[in-house]
């Protein structure tokens, strides 16, 4: 990225990275799964990507979806560029950031939008909570309702669509963990690579990015 070391991402990138990387390690470490601030903190990851995908169709420049198109093409003659130890310069996110970014974005849309789908769904997140506790009195005449509380017990209660849901969103959770950690080393390789303040221009500051193509 061509930025001198002062530059910074408009605010409303910097507020909406933060506030998405730290709604993700929020919920990845500290929330309890499912719960009510899962929930919440999940809501407001949504809201945060939503303002973030407004700003990339009316915001500054560098910000735009426009600045940064996915291309394979370009992420591929960009790898080219660093083997050749060329010194590229990009308006925006460099073309692989840009999958980068791209990858993320869809992966956090999935598993959002699965965590809202199990909360929604009837019975979805539900564990099967109906087993009394006190199974050891029942009468033989109640083993026809015992093979049902078995089945509840063992998940079939739920449905399977409630169950593929569930898988889904923590396949998706676990493949945004691992993205984000390949997003790090990205950041960390372009920094040292490019010697430019990749970090810093996602700092607070005040001198906007102003990039030259
Ligand atoms: C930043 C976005 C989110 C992340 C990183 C995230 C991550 C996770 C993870 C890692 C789990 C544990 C999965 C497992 O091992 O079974 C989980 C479970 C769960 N999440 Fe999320 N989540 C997010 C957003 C949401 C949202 C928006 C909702 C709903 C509004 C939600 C609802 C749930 C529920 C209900 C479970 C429990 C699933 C079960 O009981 O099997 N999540 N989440
Ligand atoms: C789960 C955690 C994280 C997620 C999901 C995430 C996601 C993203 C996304 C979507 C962007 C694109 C920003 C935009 O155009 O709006 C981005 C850019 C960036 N992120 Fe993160 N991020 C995370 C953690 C971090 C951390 C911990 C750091 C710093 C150590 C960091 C540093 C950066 C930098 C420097 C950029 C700009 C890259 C460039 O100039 O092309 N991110 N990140």
């Known amino acids: 990225m061509q930025i001198a070391q002062e530059q910074r991402w408009d605010p409303l990138v910097r507020l909406t990275h933060w506030g998405v990387a730290a709604g993700v390690l929020a919920n990845g470490i500290l929330t309890e799964e499912g719960s009510g601030p899962h929930q919440w903190v999940g809501y407001g990851v949504a809201a945060l990507l939503a303002l973030r995908w407004i700003w990339g169709l009316i915001g500054s420049p560098e910000a735009r979806f426009s600045a940064f198109r996915p291309s394979l093409r370009r992420a591929a003659a960009h ?35 699965s965590g809202v789908a199990m909360t929604i769904l009837p019975g979805a997140s539900t564990p099967p909570t109906e087993a009394p506790s006190n199974a050891q009195f029942q009468t033989p005449a109640a083993s026809d309702d015992d093979e049902v509380r078995e089945a509840r017990e063992d998940g079939a209660g739920e449905g399977e669509g409630d169950e593929v849901i569930g898988e889904i969103h923590e396949v998706a959770a676990n493949l945004l963990f691992i993205l984000a950690g390949l997003h790090l080393l990205g950041v960390a390789f372009e920094t040292r690579r490019s010697g430019r303040g990749i970090l810093t221009a996602m700092l607070p500051g005040r001198r906007e990015l102003r990039c030259k193509e």
């Not at 060329?86 to 849309?109: C, D, F, I, Q």
């Open 79 to 113: 790898l080219r560029a660093i083997g050749r130890r060329e010194k590229t310069t990009h308006r925006s996110h460099n073309p692989l950031g840009a999958l980068m970014v791209y990858a993320l974005w869809a992966t956090l849309a999935i598993v959002i939008g």
